[in-house]
């Protein structure tokens, strides 16, 4: 008989009888697999729990406890080999007993070789296909990935996209509307791949001065310009090895968009104000809340540029197309938050989940998170109630239209204001550097007004979102909140 | 037809998967298990212990099953169930001879394997 070709397993005979015992030995072996024959179901127990062979033959009658009973305890400790029941009673009862407490099939005896190597290798494979299964169910179950919570379809398939691309150095463009965490799926893209353990610098394109932006990725050496007092090692050098990632790709300026071409046609750099040209292995993930097919088109992205960049694209869905992903962050932020301020929070009430679910998102997550520590900052209870949310949140008439009337807008120039805190106004066209700016004389006037046109200045230019001003000013965004709150009550801001 | 106490069909089989070496490996173990089982169900009849004579008769069910000596295993299994005075009875006589046809037919077979072309 020819043999059936066999991968190798490790398999435990479970057999008291030796004639059996050998004869089970001799064959497994011969047919490739690494065995060990064990004569009692409590040393099965504790040889499958050390030893995790991939299958178990075991014997009926066994000297201390029958092969039922141990097949009870190998299910209760979770141990997943596939168990075939030897047996010489091919009765149907015998089977359907083994079948319900787990075992994948059963074997009478005596058995011939080819008979022995058919049982096993299917019970093998099944073995092996409700590993596949489990891992793919909870691939498509998972409600978290890297810093990311969700379980909706569309972000299903942007975890799927981003695993996929992570072994390779493809570069990776990552598009969506402000606020549905772009520089999340780029650190998933770096912490996913085999650059794990090396650099991952972000830059946002936007927030660099024109003329600081070469330099931040490249570098300068001293005397490169006024100011340059030292070498500087920049972006591109600092992510050797590991992942550059480049935000608000769309707003880098077109003379910027060559240099930067170069860099990723041939790896090279020169810092600013050096001849030296230095070669970096760096892999591009880019970002931007533009539909950047629509920058080429206006002229504002150079389209070589584009198919360099634009290798696979992730696309993150609005937060108004993820379902109940909105209750799930909700959620993770009320638990989050209310630790951090003390609170008693443990969930939402029905009708505050409504009102979320209802809310169109304009501002993506980051809105959300704006909502939840608004709400966290300002009550304390149990259950966050409706009349806690703040307004538009529970204004349905001041709703943007819904996702479900209005397909996503696709991304514009266009700033889409996110938080409901303070009265909209537009963002400016060109926003101003973060970097810092020549110091003038301040005008003089009361410490609390200064206080507050710096804290209003700083929510203007993050897009009103209170965690990054908070952060640019270096006090807890509850900070933030409560002034606004006692501002507004007198009237110092608008009322919503 | 008398069934052969060595089912010759299942040692040709075994002869065709394993090869001759094993066969007889096999076989040595086997034929030890007959000769230990066979004497511990004699002393556990003769002690009248029902666990102990039940453990030897299943032992020697698993070995002769294993080697396809049928009706050696049909006759221990038989005897699984006896207790008190019937361990005494007429089937430890039945397996004691099965056991020992078993050996004779046993002795026959290797010699064939060591004289030439098995099966």
């Known amino acids: 008989m020819a043999d059936i070709p066999q991968a190798h397993a ?4 479970v057999e008291d009888t030796p004639t059996q015992a050998e004869l089970a030995r001799v064959m497994l072996t011969s047919l490739g697999h690494e065995v060990r024959v ?8 504790e040889v499958a729990r050390s030893w995790q062979p991939d299958a178990i033959l075991v014997d009926i009658e066994l000297p201390d406890y029958n092969g039922f009973e141990l097949m009870k305890q190998l299910h209760a400790e979770g141990v997943e080999s596939a168990v075939v029941v030897v047996t010489a009673n091919g009765s149907i009862n015998t089977a359907v007993e083994a079948m319900r407490l787990g075992a994948v099939d059963f074997i009478v005896k005596p058995f011939p070789k080819a008979r022995l190597a058919v049982t096993l290798a299917n019970a093998l494979e099944k073995r092996a296909l409700v590993a596949q299964l489990r891992t793919v169910r909870a691939r498509l179950d ?11 379809p569309p972000m299903q398939a942007a975890y799927r996209t981003i695993e996929s691309v992570a072994a390779s150095k493809a570069s990776v463009f990552i598009t ?3 606020g549905t965490g772009k520089e999340l799926a780029a650190e998933a893209v770096h912490k996913a791949s085999p650059r794990a353990g090396r650099a991952f610098i972000a830059l946002n394109c936007g927030a660099i001065p024109r003329d600081l932006l070469e330099s931040e990725v490249f570098g300068h050496v001293k005397g490169a310009f006024t100011g340059a007092t030292s070498d500087r090692e920049g972006a591109a050098k600092a992510a050797d090895g590991g992942t550059l990632f480049l935000d608000e790709i769309g707003e880098m300026p077109l003379e910027m968009q060559v240099k930067l071409l170069r860099f990723v046609q041939t790896g090279t750099f020169s810092p600013v104000g050096s001849s030296r040209v230095e070669k970096v292995d760096v892999r591009f993930v880019c970002a931007t809340n533009r539909d950047p097919m629509q920058d080429v088109q206006a002229g504002r992205f150079r389209e070589d540029l584009y198919y360099r960049l634009y290798v696979v694209p992730v696309m993150l869905p609005p937060l108004r197309d993820r379902g109940g992903d ?14 951090e301020e003390n609170r008693r929070f443990t969930g939402f009430a029905p009708e505050a989940e409504r009102a979320l679910m209802a809310y169109p998102w304009p501002g993506n997550v980051r809105q959300l998170q704006n909502v939840v520590r608004n709400v966290v900052v300002l009550h304390d209870g149990d259950l966050v109630d409706a009349a806690m949310l703040p307004p538009p949140v529970v204004m349905p008439g001041t709703h943007p239209p819904p996702a479900v009337a209005a397909p996503s807008p696709p991304p514009t120039d266009a700033f889409t204001p996110p938080a409901p805190f303070l009265p909209a106004e537009p963002p400016p066209a060109d926003p101003p550097p973060v970097g810092p700016a020549p110091w003038a004389e301040p005008e003089i006037v009361p410490l609390a007004e200064m206080e507050r046109r710096l804290i209003l200045a700083a929510l203007k230019h993050t897009t009103h979102d209170v965690p990054r001003a908070a952060a640019l000013l270096q006090i807890n965004p509850s900070t933030i909140y409560r002034k606004l709150q006692s501002w507004k009550a007198n009237g110092l801001v608008p009322a919503d | 037809m008398p069934t052969p106490p060595l089912t010759a069909g299942f040692a040709a089989q075994l002869a065709q998967d394993l090869g001759p070496d094993d066969v007889r490996m096999i076989l040595s173990v086997f034929r030890a298990d007959l000769t230990r089982l066979d004497g511990e169900l004699h002393e556990a009849a003769a002690a009248q212990d029902a666990t102990a004579f039940r453990r030897a008769a299943h032992g020697l069910a698993g070995a002769a099953g294993a080697v396809g000596a049928a009706e050696l295993e049909a006759a221990c299994r038989a005897a699984m ?3 008190g005075a019937d361990m005494m009875g007429p089937d430890l006589a039945a397996i004691h001879g099965l056991a020992e046809a078993s050996l004779d037919d046993l002795a026959t077979y290797v010699a064939r394997l060591d004289g030439g072309p098995h099966g």
């Open chain 1, 326 to 339: 909105i209750l799930l962050i909700a959620r993770h932020f009320l638990q989050l938050f209310s630790r």
């Open chain 1, 10 to 13: 490790r398999v435990l005979v």
């Open chain 1, 176 to 178: 969506g509307e402000s």
């Open chain 1, 38 to 45: 064990i004569e009692t179901a409590a040393m099965a127990l």
């Open chain 1, 142 to 152: 998972r409600d978290r990935f890297f810093g990311f919570i969700g379980a909706s």
């Open chain 2, 81 to 83: 169930a006896r207790t």
